[in-house]
Protein backbone atom coordinates (compact mmCIF):
# COMPACT_ATOMS: atom_id res chain seq x y z
CA UNK A 1 0.00 0.00 0.00
CA UNK A 2 2.57 2.55 0.87
CA UNK A 3 4.39 2.13 -2.64
CA UNK A 4 1.40 3.18 -4.28
CA UNK A 5 1.10 6.37 -2.34
CA UNK A 6 4.44 7.00 -2.89
CA UNK A 7 4.58 6.05 -6.46
CA UNK A 8 2.06 8.78 -7.05
CA UNK A 9 3.37 11.44 -4.44
CA UNK A 10 6.63 11.64 -6.53
CA UNK A 11 5.33 13.07 -9.56
CA UNK A 12 4.11 15.91 -7.58
CA UNK A 13 7.71 16.00 -5.62
CA UNK A 14 9.53 15.85 -8.89
CA UNK A 15 7.38 18.86 -10.16
CA UNK A 16 7.73 20.51 -6.85
CA UNK A 17 11.85 20.36 -6.92
CA UNK A 18 11.84 21.51 -10.29
CA UNK A 19 10.51 24.98 -9.87
CA UNK A 20 14.16 25.50 -9.80
CA UNK A 21 16.41 24.14 -12.63
CA UNK A 22 18.59 20.98 -11.53
CA UNK A 23 20.42 17.63 -13.16
CA UNK A 24 19.32 14.27 -12.03
CA UNK A 25 21.92 13.97 -9.62
CA UNK A 26 20.90 17.07 -8.06
CA UNK A 27 17.22 16.44 -8.12
CA UNK A 28 17.76 13.20 -6.23
CA UNK A 29 19.53 14.88 -3.29
CA UNK A 30 16.85 16.94 -3.53
CA UNK A 31 14.28 14.24 -3.11
CA UNK A 32 16.42 12.24 -0.75
CA UNK A 33 16.63 15.41 1.81
CA UNK A 34 13.01 15.94 1.82
CA UNK A 35 12.61 12.12 2.72
CA UNK A 36 11.79 10.92 -0.58
CA UNK A 37 14.93 8.69 -1.49
CA UNK A 38 14.47 7.49 -5.50
CA UNK A 39 16.40 5.11 -7.30
CA UNK A 40 18.32 6.06 -10.52
CA UNK A 41 16.23 3.43 -12.28
CA UNK A 42 13.10 4.96 -11.65
CA UNK A 43 13.81 8.92 -11.25
CA UNK A 44 14.97 8.98 -15.63
CA UNK A 45 12.36 7.31 -17.06
CA UNK A 46 10.18 9.35 -14.95
CA UNK A 47 11.92 12.32 -16.07
CA UNK A 48 11.92 11.24 -19.50
CA UNK A 49 7.78 10.61 -19.29
CA UNK A 50 7.28 14.15 -17.86
CA UNK A 51 9.33 15.78 -20.89
CA UNK A 52 7.10 13.82 -23.16
CA UNK A 53 3.92 14.77 -21.64
CA UNK A 54 5.17 18.24 -22.29
CA UNK A 55 5.43 19.36 -18.43
CA UNK A 56 9.70 19.30 -18.43
CA UNK A 57 12.02 20.70 -20.75
CA UNK A 58 15.74 19.92 -20.55
CA UNK A 59 18.55 20.72 -22.66
CA UNK A 60 22.35 19.43 -22.17
CA UNK A 61 24.88 21.61 -20.80
CA UNK A 62 28.81 21.41 -20.20
CA UNK A 63 29.30 22.06 -16.10
CA UNK A 64 32.30 21.63 -14.21
CA UNK A 65 34.16 19.84 -17.18
CA UNK A 66 30.91 17.34 -17.79
CA UNK A 67 27.97 17.42 -20.00
CA UNK A 68 24.99 17.26 -17.74
CA UNK A 69 20.89 17.27 -18.50
CA UNK A 70 19.55 19.88 -16.71
CA UNK A 71 15.77 19.94 -16.32
CA UNK A 72 12.99 22.66 -15.51
CA UNK A 73 9.43 23.02 -15.42
CA UNK A 74 7.78 23.89 -18.81
CA UNK A 75 4.67 26.49 -18.66
CA UNK A 76 2.18 23.57 -19.05
CA UNK A 77 4.66 21.96 -15.88
CA UNK A 78 3.93 25.33 -13.99
CA UNK A 79 0.31 25.14 -14.37
CA UNK A 80 -0.15 21.23 -13.96
CA UNK A 81 1.74 21.80 -10.55
CA UNK A 82 -0.26 24.22 -9.32
CA UNK A 83 -3.25 21.93 -10.17
CA UNK A 84 -2.16 18.76 -8.40
CA UNK A 85 -0.96 21.11 -5.53
CA UNK A 86 -4.78 22.05 -5.11
CA UNK A 87 -5.91 18.46 -5.67
CA UNK A 88 -3.04 16.99 -3.02
CA UNK A 89 -4.03 19.41 -0.31
CA UNK A 90 -8.27 18.77 -0.97
CA UNK A 91 -7.27 15.29 -0.60
CA UNK A 92 -4.83 16.26 2.02
CA UNK A 93 -7.64 18.26 4.40
CA UNK A 94 -10.01 15.30 3.66
CA UNK A 95 -7.92 12.63 4.62
CA UNK A 96 -7.29 14.60 7.96
CA UNK A 97 -11.26 15.15 8.77
CA UNK A 98 -12.01 11.80 8.00
CA UNK A 99 -9.20 10.58 10.70
CA UNK A 100 -9.83 13.21 13.44
CA UNK A 101 -13.38 12.01 13.66
CA UNK A 102 -12.21 8.47 14.99
CA UNK A 103 -9.87 9.92 17.66
Same mark, same amino acid.
Given at each position: ??? !?????????????????????????? @?? !??????IDEGALYPLLR??????? $?? @???? !????????????? @???? !??????????????????? $??????
Amino acid at each position: MRV !ELRRGSLVLAVLGALREERYGYTLRQ @SL !EEAGLPIDEGALYPLLRRLEAQGL $LT @SEWR !EDAKRTKRFYRLS @SVGV !ETLAQLLGEWNAISESILR $LTEKDK
